[in-house]
């Protein structure tokens, strides 16, 4: 299983984070998810402290799913900070499959 992720910020209006998570494989990979929840992304301060979690206070529902992602097809997440304070931060997107990992991660000022 070569599971590849990437992680874009776009910092604006609030910050943008594109997490794409790409096959770079020869097969198929198989991905499943214990509720609706595919994905997070976790926004941390220098020194470790949380600040801001998109998954932070969403429900998700309790249905099991499964996913192929076949050879180099990309799936791409996105997910929005509305209002960030000014700072340095390091931002970690990771896939929420059960049986598959991958993560990848930014540093990011605003």
Do not use: I, K
Request: with cysteine; net charge negative; charged share 30%.
């Amino acid at each position: 299983m070569t599971l590849e992720g990437s992680l874009d910020v776009t910092v604006g209006n609030g910050v943008e984070f594109e997490f794409a998570v790409h096959n770079g494989g020869d097969d198929p990979v198989e991905m499943r998810f214990a509720d609706a929840q595919t994905f997070d992304v976790v926004v941390e301060r220098d020194d470790g402290e949380e600040v801001w979690r998109f998954s932070e206070g969403m429900m998700f529902a309790q249905m099991l799913q499964e996913e192929t992602l076949s050879p180099d097809e990309t799936e791409t997440f996105e997910a929005v900070w509305d209002e960030p304070d000014p700072g340095e931060y390091h931002a970690r997107g990771t896939l929420a499959a059960t049986d598959a990992d991958c993560s990848a991660e930014a540093s990011f000022s605003v």
